[in-house]
């Protein structure tokens, strides 16, 4: 068994939750809050929910801490931290500061004999390996990432945060014709606009000016200028209906030449439609959680990431079983 | 550098040397044959092409030999001799018997202390870690591998040794409708005829009877039998014009549930379309063999498979690299 504790308990640390119940080789010890834990009720009977001061009390009795926090202020501090004490996975996703969270996590591993995974989910995670096999397969070649239809957080946090939106929830859209011209292997160009758009959901406050708010969206430095938006205005009741989950997706394709005088053309597609981005993401997070404690089992310190694991630590099978059955 | 030898120079062994040209750190040192060497004439200039008989002359030359022979006679004695002198990577695909191939490629290796990556390409290969991958993050699922479209080699040889056929080409189908029924995650379950058909385009003998070859093709037991089959019959200047590649493709896709109560559905896909079924084929080993050798060096030995290889050894670039720009 790998027993594992969860820090943080909002979409994410839920996801972790009902993962872990869904594999029968992971058992989750307790969960972890900031606020006051007798505030908080769990879905799993019998785990103990805790405050964070008390986590260095669990030394020992938990193989793996999930960090279920934010990329912006909580992963920097708490990943390092946390990893002094217990085995750690996160799902630190700024891309541009990885190098030096990575670093940051390895020292801390290292010191303590630990095995600290960062930036793991879909997107760092699974669409970076496949960006690596694709890089690796087809050297000679360029590769896409699209994102959508989802929601984007930060988007729709960006959105919420103008003056007269009461709420709002942002999807990005790839678009057909891109992903129709990299299917095609021809390697084009595309601009920000050209691979995406972005479709803006609305709840205005009674008494907000729409004109005033829809050009306040398009015209978004960083979130929206690059882009062609569509904003529609809607009462709370279709927002409730039709607007509450947190659906995702996207595509990675890597497509490249082969052959003596690179005569040939391959193309090759790795896609994800996703009900919910959270139950997705964490059930990423949790196979890898299995991997950090077979390897930290084995001796192996250190940071990690996704690009280090070997796929069979991955699953709650045996190497014979892999090898007969899914190779 | 990672120094190569080829044995066997069919398709696979030719596509192996272009995809070493692809990539700056792998060198090919030698082709082995089993014909007269003067009779083989190879693409790279200054390379030599020797008898497998020599082989042995290579130790210390040579850090990974790749066996491009076939998985019927050639690979099942091949590899664990050829281990015995070697690190080795083959394409061993007759899945049935990876088992016992695995175990004495395993013996050769670890009491030669060389590492053996068997079973490499994309089915078994990257389309075998697909349905890992796909396995460990929704356990809760199903997973569906097609081919196609693309020429079966195995199902072509059996058409074209019917008598009164000249020559003949067999493409594998998937069918769209059963494509896009595993697409919504439903789960379905498909026969063998429901997911594949089988098209035919056959040269006959002058004289033939083409309605009693159609019958025979069409009925033949586990090659034809099982499936909705279509027979062409062509001229020979059709089947040289449009006839002469060996394209192929295929798509694997899992599709799981999670949550609490299992209420949301994932839909993971990933698709190939090649110009050139060796031609991606071999530059997914030479990937491998760079791995092999990595391994190799570190003082690891045994026999392997693609669910054994940590991602970052497969790529020419550092992990600091990969970290800050595939991640």
């Known amino acids: 068994m790998t027993r594992i504790g969860i820090i ?24 972890f809050t900031r606020r006051d834990p007798s505030t908080l ?34 992963l920097p501090k708490q990943t390092p931290e946390y990893a002094k004490l217990f085995n750690v996975v996160d799902s630190f996703d700024t891309h541009a500061n990885i190098p030096a969270h990575f670093a940051n996590v390895d020292k ?19 669409f970076s390996l496949m960006r690596l096999y ?20 930060g988007h729709s946090d ?18 057909e014709a891109a992903l129709e011209a ?3 292997g021809s390697n084009p160009e595309l601009t920000t606009r050209q691979k995406h758009t972005r479709e803006c959901f609305v709840v205005l406050e009674d008494g ?33 209906k039709n607007h509450s989950g947190i659906p995702h997706g996207g595509f990675v394709i890597r497509s490249g030449k082969t052959g003596w005088d690179l005569e040939d053309t391959h193309v090759v597609e790795y896609s994800i439609k996703l009900d919910s981005n959270p139950g997705f993401t964490s059930s990423i997070i949790v196979s890898f959680a299995r991997a950090v404690d ?8 250190g940071a990690k990431t996704v690009f280090d694991i070997a796929p069979a630590y991955l699953i709650n099978k045996s190497d014979e079983d892999i090898r007969a059955h899914l190779l």
Chains 1, 2 share one sequence.
């Open 8 to 31: 943080g308990y909002g979409n994410l640390g839920r996801g972790v939750e009902s993962a872990i119940r869904q594999n029968d080789d992971m058992e989750l010890v307790a969960v």
């Open 41 to 74: 009720t769990i879905k799993s009977q019998g785990v103990k929910v805790d405050s964070v001061d008390n986590v260095a009390d669990y030394q020992g009795k938990i193989d793996v801490m999930i960090l279920c926090g934010g990329s912006a202020t909580d």
């Open 108 to 126: 801390s591993c290292k010191e303590n004999n630990h095995v600290g995974l960062i930036s793991c989910g879909w997107d760092p995670g699974m």
């Open 134 to 153: 694709g890089n690796a397969f087809l050297p000679d070649g360029a590769d896409y990432t699209f994102w959508g239809k989802g929601v984007s957080q």
């Open 158 to 175: 960006a959105v919420r945060r103008i003056k007269g939106v009461k709420n709002a929830k942002q999807y990005t859209i790839p678009v």
């Open 182 to 184: 990299v299917r095609s």
């Open 208 to 240: 907000a000016d729409a004109k005033a708010i829809e050009k306040e969206i398009c015209e978004m430095p960083n979130y929206f200028a690059d882009y062609d938006t569509t904003v529609h205005f809607i009462d709370e009741e279709e927002f409730n």
């Open 294 to 301: 077979r390897l930290s089992k084995e001796g192996v310190s």
